[in-house]
């Protein structure tokens, strides 16, 4: 059964850091591209951040650049969003999603408030 769990969301003030996890099973996790979404309320789903499976190649959103790192540790099957200054618009759910050819994956998502 594939399962992706995300983890690591919650409240922080703008400004803060918050680092989001997610762990796969149940597919080939070293063969799938990583990527992490997110949807604010009223929005579509966006890209935040991607990370190829040799963990050479990322790419990022024009907001979160400089402020976010994607990361994975295929030995985990785990793949990481290390989110700093996080700010108001930032708000979402964020959603981990697994892809190879046809082959997609998601997550439940996991909330990431940012309010004073």
């Known amino acids: 059964q594939v399962q992706l769990v995300e983890s690591g969301g919650g409240l922080v003030q703008p400004g803060g850091s918050l680092r989001l996890s997610c762990v796969a099973s149940?597919?080939?996790?070293?063969?799938?591209?990583m990527n992490w979404y997110r949807q604010a309320p009223g929005k579509e789903r966006e890209l935040v951040a991607t990370?190829?499976?040799?963990?050479?190649?990322?790419n990022y959103a024009d907001s979160v650049k400089g402020r976010f790192t994607i990361s994975r540790d295929n030995a985990k099957n785990t793949v990481y969003l290390q989110m700093n200054a996080l700010k108001p618009e930032d708000t979402a759910v964020y959603y981990c999603?697994?892809?190879?050819?046809?082959?997609?994956?998601w997550g439940q998502g996991t909330q990431v408030t940012v309010s004073s």
């Open positions: 999603n697994a892809k190879r050819y046809q082959y997609v994956y």
């Open positions: 149940g597919f080939a996790f070293i063969f799938y591209r």
């Open positions: 990370i190829d499976i040799t963990e050479s190649s990322t």
